[in-house]
């Protein structure tokens, strides 16, 4: 659940920042995919840091 959560987040924060510097539709959906896909694999680590620690 948490590496969705964080994707999201990721996704919206890639979104603003291509919006910020005047981007297309297409631009905004690239950051907003790559946003996604780095933040889900940060909150996949996350997770499972906090699985082992439990």
Do not use: C, E, T
């Amino acid at each position: 659940m948490l590496p969705i959560l964080v994707g999201l987040l990721g996704a919206i924060i890639g979104a603003v920042i291509a919006k910020r510097r005047k981007g297309k539709m297409l631009d905004i959906a690239q950051y907003a995919g790559a946003y996604f896909i780095a933040f889900a694999i940060a909150g996949l680590f996350i997770n499972v840091i906090i699985l082992r620690l439990l």
